[in-house]
């Protein structure tokens, strides 16, 4: 209990010593109470353990540094997460169902457009190491895709048209771009400044992978027992 707390339930008592019984009962119950809440607030109080941000970065480095087609910056897939939460289980950690769901909604399919064009050859790596210095580039190039003739339009970009990244950086950085992403937005009935919501690289993972994996109360890992520990 903090000094504060402790001071204030004293208090009470002493107050109480004067009064009759039946109201001492009644504060000691109420003051009970309170402490049993504020015990519940206590930052750290009955926490699920979890393994620090670098146990997790440090995993997920490795897993990845292991993966023959995998390349620094590449597109990630769902096959390769997947594996991930593999590992993560080996390692004694644990994702709960709801949110392994979630986050593999989040993430590109094998067979994606996107990860065919820009996984596949050094050009498409070429064009998504310079367009995912852009904010939201990738997303707006997967809003792209998913339009009308868009998959073309794509294509062309990454291996047709000359310095094709100036058109993602134009959507994304300028004035220009925003209004023109408004009229899309107006005949697509979809928000094209707005982001997906998808993890399409390591960077963009890991913060999301971080905040879920979790410790099983289980679980006789070091970490558990040593957090655990009064």
């Known amino acids: ?13 002493e107050g109480a010593i004067k ?20 015990r519940n607030d206590v930052p750290g109080a009955e926490r699920i353990p979890s ?3 670098q146990q997790v970065t440090t ?11 995998y390349k620094s910056g590449n597109l990630i897939t769902q096959a390769e997460v997947t594996g991930l939460l593999k590992e993560i289980s080996n390692q004694g950690w644990d994702v709960t169902p709801k949110d392994n769901a979630q986050l593999m909604k989040r993430i590109l399919s094998d067979n994606d457009f996107l990860v065919k064009e820009l996984n596949s050859s050094q050009q498409g790596r070429s064009f998504l190491h310079k ?22 339009d794509v294509h062309a970009m990454i291996y047709k048209i000359p310095d ?7 959507m994304t950085t300028t004035q220009h771009g925003r209004r023109m992403g408004n009229s899309i937005s107006r005949w697509q009935h979809d928000n094209f400044n707005k982001n997906t919501g998808r993890l399409y690289t390591l960077d963009q993972l890991l913060p999301e ?22």
């Open 19 to 38: 009064m009759n019984k039946t109201l001492l009962t009644t504060l000691i119950a109420l003051n009970l109470t309170t402490t049993l809440v504020v």
């Open 59 to 69: 995993l997920t480095n490795k897993y990845f540094a292991t993966l023959p087609k």
């Open 51 to 53: 393994p620090s941000a």
């Open 1 to 13: 209990m903090h000094s504060g707390y402790f001071t204030l339930a004293v208090f009470n008592l």
């Open 131 to 152: 367009i995912r210095n852009y904010p939201g580039g990738i997303d707006r190039l997967d809003k792209i895709a998913q339009m009308p003739k868009g998959k073309r």
């Open 209 to 230: 992978l971080i905040k879920i994996v979790h410790i099983p109360r289980t679980s006789t890992s070091p970490e558990f027992a040593s957090q655990r520990k009064p």
């Open 164 to 170: 094709g990244d100036q058109w993602v950086k134009g």
